[in-house]
């Protein structure tokens, strides 16, 4: 299994930037397709974004497409999540997971960080 630690939340204003980190005990970091996901108050986990091994290709939710990016340093075994045009309703846990092949579902992913908390004031 994985071990993956995220850094980089914290408190900002609306329309501020942020980027998470997450990373990776694996050095076979490359073969793993890695994910974001959140859980705000009160609500259940869910997808963010996606990136396939190589970091060729990536998916996102329809609600951060155009003002989030994941990306990946291989060679850092890092995992990244760069947040622009944060709103209060980005304010969740972000968790970092890592899994064989990658998808949208939390069952696609195998081992999880402990997450890292964004709030985003109005």
């Known amino acids: 299994q994985v071990q993956l630690v995220e850094s980089g939340g914290g408190l900002v204003q609306a329309g501020d930037s942020l980027r998470l980190s997450c990373a990776a005990s694996e050095r076979t970091f490359s073969m793993y397709a890695m994910g974001w996901f959140r859980r705000a108050p009160g609500k259940d986990r869910e997808f963010v974004a996606a990136i396939r091994g190589s970091g060729g290709s990536t998916y996102y939710a329809a609600s951060v497409k155009g003002r989030f990016t994941i990306s990946r340093d291989n060679a850092k075994n890092t995992l990244y999540l760069q947040m622009n045009g944060l709103k209060p309703e980005d304010t969740a846990v972000y968790y970092c997971?890592?899994?064989?092949?990658?998808?949208?579902?939390?069952?696609?992913?195998?081992?999880w960080g402990q997450g890292t908390q964004v709030t985003v004031s109005s």
């Open positions: 997971a890592a899994g064989s092949y990658g998808g949208r579902r939390e069952t696609d992913f195998g081992s």
